[in-house]
Nanobody, 114 residues
Framework: QVQLVESGGGLVQAGGSLRLSCAASGIFRINSMGWYRQAPGKERELVAVITRAGNPNYADSVKGRFTISRDSAKNTVFLQMTNLQPEDTAHYYC?????????WGQGTQVTVSS
């Protein structure tokens, strides 16, 4: 069974930090992995992506604050989030990309209070 399971979300105050984790199972030969987020009333947007080789790319809004990392051998991707702001509040989704399809997790909620 193919599954991507996110964890690490929660409620934090502005300026706080969270570390999200995503473990993929039942998936082979994953290329890139990444994180997307969707806030209420907003479209889903890219947060960060990391290649199989470990090269990251970030949305401008999170550069300098978030760090994506990956353990390819374990099919796991992480998102270290620092200096969180209320505008970061969203449901965060893990993504795994293969050559011909993508998989998505159910997501984890991140809520940042002022």
């Amino acid at each position: 069974q193919v599954q991507l399971v996110e964890s690490g979300g929660g409620l934090v105050q502005a300026g706080g930090s969270l570390r999200l984790s995503c473990a993929a199972s039942g998936i082979f030969r994953i290329n890139s992995m990444g994180w997307y987020r969707q806030a209420p009333g907003k479209e889903r947007e890219l947060v960060a992506v990391i290649t199989r080789a470990g090269n990251p790319n970030y949305a401008d809004s999170v550069k300098g604050r978030f760090t994506i990392s990956r353990d390819s051998a374990k099919n796991t991707v992480f998102l270290q989030m620092t200096n969180l702001q209320p505008e970061d509040t969203a449901h965060y989704y893990c993504n795994a990309n293969l050559d011909w399809r993508s998989y998505w997790g159910q997501g984890t909620q991140v809520t940042v209070s002022s």
